[in-house]
Structure formats: structure tokens, C-alpha cells
């Protein structure tokens, strides 16, 4: 069965670079497709972007000067790096995966992990 | 871009009476829609996925149904577990793209 585990620093001083790490463990990377997440405070979910087995990537708008999702095989690990954070990043941020049902249905999600940025 | 549009946004039932949950697309997007349960403190989990396919080990009360860009989630007779918030999410293919709706609370009434 496969397990999703994010890790990184639960706080980020503004302007600087957020960066997270999704753990795959019971699966391979080389599969699937492997996505960020991320729900602010008290709000609704929001995609960030993937990362498909083969490498492609693909990014929210919004987000898609300040973000890059990379992954690392020999690690079984996918990452998330998001610039020049501000206040309005301080969101709870999970890793998940369309890994059964199609690459774009989520079912399978990390337990998330708590980012504040703040000075 | 497609926008998701969730109704209402709150929804106050008692358990065993039955939900309805709508979820409306600013344009078509045929079949591709999901559902996900989200409760306090968690992780959200997949109910359904191509509109009217349940995930492994979801409940048969829960069901999906529609086309195009009206979609609903129904969960039949209301467990006290069933109370959280539900969004609805799509998939485009070009340009690709996974959206959510803003979500319904389903409270206990």
C-alpha cells in the first residue's frame, strides 16, 4: 500500500524559499503521478502542480512563476520549491497521488504538514 | 479556466435523512469529476471519481451522478461519520489542470 510522508521546515521567513519533500514508501516513483496541494487557514484546497512518472510537470497558474516540483528516484521522493514566499503561503501542504484511479484523482494523500511563514 | 461553484455552502441535515450536493462548472467538463471527504484535522479522502465510480471501500450510500457541467454527490441515509466537508474537483486535459470548488460543510442539524 502505498504511503505518502511530507517533511521541511514548519516556518519561513517572507522572501525566502519554502521547500518540502514528499516520501514514497510501498511503490515506486516511476509511476503514477505525484501532486502538491496546499489549504490555507480555515479555507478550501488548492492544486499547486505534478509531476508525472516520466518527468513532465505542470503548475497552477497562479503559482507557476514562484514553483517547481522535481523528484529524485533514487530517493523515491518528489519536491516542492515555492519562491519568494509571502503571509499568504502559510497554508497546511500535502503531497498526494492519482496513483489507482487516474493520474488526476487524488487517492492517496500525505497527512499534510504545517507551513507558516513569518518573520 | 474552469471554475467549480459548490452548493450550498452549507448543508444542516439530520443523520439518516439524505444529502444532496451540487458541484457547477463554468464550462463542460464530461465526466471527469471527483468527490472528496475532508474532516477536521485530516487528510481529504476520495469518495468518487469519474463521476459516478466509488473509491475502494467507500459505502454505498454515497453515490455521484451527472454530466457535462451539473454534477451531484447524494449520500443516502446520513451516518454521524459522514458529517465534514465535501469538495468537488475536475481534471482538464488541455490545458491540463485539476480545480476544486470551494467546498460544503455538512453540518449535524
Known amino acids: 500500500q502505498v504511503q505518502l510522508q511530507e517533511s521541511g521546515p514548519g516556518l519561513v521567513k517572507p522572501s525566502e524559499t519554502l521547500s518540502l519533500t514528499c516520501t514514497v514508501s510501498g511503490g515506486s516513483i516511476n509511476s503514477s503521478s505525484w501532486i502538491w496541494i496546499r489549504q490555507p487557514p480555515g479555507k478550501g484546497l488548492e492544486w499547486i502542480g505534478y509531476?508525472?512518472?516520466?518527468?513532465?510537470?505542470n503548475y497552477n497558474p497562479s503559482l507557476k512563476s514562484r514553483v517547481t516540483i522535481s523528484a529524485d528516484t533514487s530517493k523515491n521522493q518528489f519536491s516542492l520549491k515555492l519562491t519568494s514566499v509571502t503571509a499568504a503561503d502559510t497554508a497546511v501542504y500535502y503531497c498526494?497521488?492519482?496513483?489507482?484511479?487516474?493520474?488526476?484523482?487524488?487517492?492517496?494523500w500525505g497527512r499534510g504538514t504545517t507551513v507558516t511563514v513569518s518573520s | 479556466e474552469i471554475v467549480l461553484t459548490q452548493s450550498p455552502a452549507t448543508l444542516s441535515l439530520s443523520p439518516g435523512e439524505r444529502a444532496s450536493l451540487s458541484c457547477r462548472a463554468s464550462?463542460?467538463?464530461?465526466?471527469?469529476l471527483a468527490w472528496y471527504q475532508q474532516k477536521p484535522g485530516q487528510a481529504p479522502r476520495l469518495l468518487i471519481y469519474?463521476?459516478?465510480k466509488r473509491a475502494t471501500g467507500i459505502p454505498v450510500r454515497f453515490s455521484g451522478s451527472g454530466s457535462g457541467t451539473d454534477f451531484t454527490l447524494t449520500i443516502s441515509r446520513l451516518e454521524p461519520e459522514d458529517f465534514a466537508v465535501y469538495y468537488c474537483q475536475q481534471r482538464s486535459n488541455w490545458p491540463r489542470r485539476i480545480t476544486f470548488g470551494q467546498g460544503t460543510r455538512l453540518e449535524i442539524k
Open positions: 498526494a497521488s492519482g496513483y489507482s484511479y487516474g493520474f488526476f484523482y487524488m487517492d492517496v
Open positions: 464550462q463542460s467538463v464530461s465526466t471527469f
Open positions: 469519474d463521476t459516478s
Open positions: 509531476i508525472y512518472y516520466r518527468g513532465d510537470t
